[in-house]
């Protein structure tokens, strides 16, 4: 396993969701790491490994995402003393995630960006992707340049015929 190695005072809290932690830890990078209930470290890691997979699917084929980096194994150094985390490092972007946008921008403004992020969502469809549990448009970010970013890959699935026969018979009436 790859690690990476940083010191308390190298890196620092930039977002929190459900599920991880996202922290910057320089070079223009953000490392996410999951909290939650997990059976095994394996459970963890083959989650990062699945998000990074994603990532780098949607990254190859022109969808807008951070470019993924890897996972590694994050060691964290405190008090003489090193912590180690799982975690999937991808590009860092700046600037507003779609839920800030909502509560900031006028109703006309906020749909406009929608329909960006419904776009890039399309693009990830066609590649044979749908999410598993909702498309969370709030999982997406609008960067300081005024880029639309995908930046959560831990719902994505890959369409099989066996989950295609499932959403097929959750959308019957």
Known sequence: MRSLEMYAGDFSLVNQGKEALIYSIGEGRVARVLHGNFNSIRECYQKLFHEYDVALEFHENGISVPQPVGVFELNVFANGRGTNYPAFVM????????GELKSATSREEYEKWRKRVEAEIGKA????????DSRNKENSMLSDSGK???????CWKKTT???LHKIHNSLSI
């Open 148 to 154: 639309i970013y995908l930046i959560d890959f831990g």
């Open 91 to 98: 590009e860092q972007i700046y600037g507003k995630t779609f």
């Open 161 to 163: 015929s066996q989950n």
């Open 125 to 132: 469809e066609a590649l044979g992707f749908y999410a598993h």
